[in-house]
């Protein structure tokens, strides 16, 4: 497994946590699926280039912020 795939399995993760947890305590409106599923295309985006750049590293750190900022949702 490469650092791109590492990453992204690990954001994946993440995310689907996040879901869940949104789900369970009744906080998954439409807007915040819509959140997710922009997250998601993002995340399959990153696992098609082969070379780990510092761009795509960055591009990769904010989504994996904005993953964290889905449990700030009230």
Same mark, same amino acid.
Request: glycine share 2%.
């Given at each position: 497994?490469?650092?791109?795939?590492?990453?992204? $399995?690990?954001?994946?993760?993440?995310?689907?946590?996040?879901?869940?947890?949104?789900?369970?305590?009744?906080?998954? $409106?439409?807007?915040? =699926?819509? =959140?997710?599923?922009?997250? $998601?295309?993002?995340?399959?985006?990153?696992?098609?280039? +082969?070379?780990?750049? *510092?761009?795509? *590293?960055?591009?990769?750190?904010?989504?994996?912020? +904005?993953?964290?900022?889905?449990?700030?949702? *009230?």
């Amino acid at each position: 497994m490469n650092a791109v795939e590492f990453k992204c $399995n690990k954001m994946q993760d993440l995310l689907n946590r996040f879901e869940y947890d949104l789900k369970k305590n009744g906080k998954l $409106n439409d807007e915040v =699926i819509h =959140i997710i599923e922009v997250l $998601n295309m993002e995340i399959n985006n990153y696992r098609t280039p +082969s070379d780990f750049n *510092e761009e795509l *590293e960055q591009r990769m750190d904010l989504t994996a912020m +904005s993953i964290e900022a889905l449990q700030y949702i *009230e």
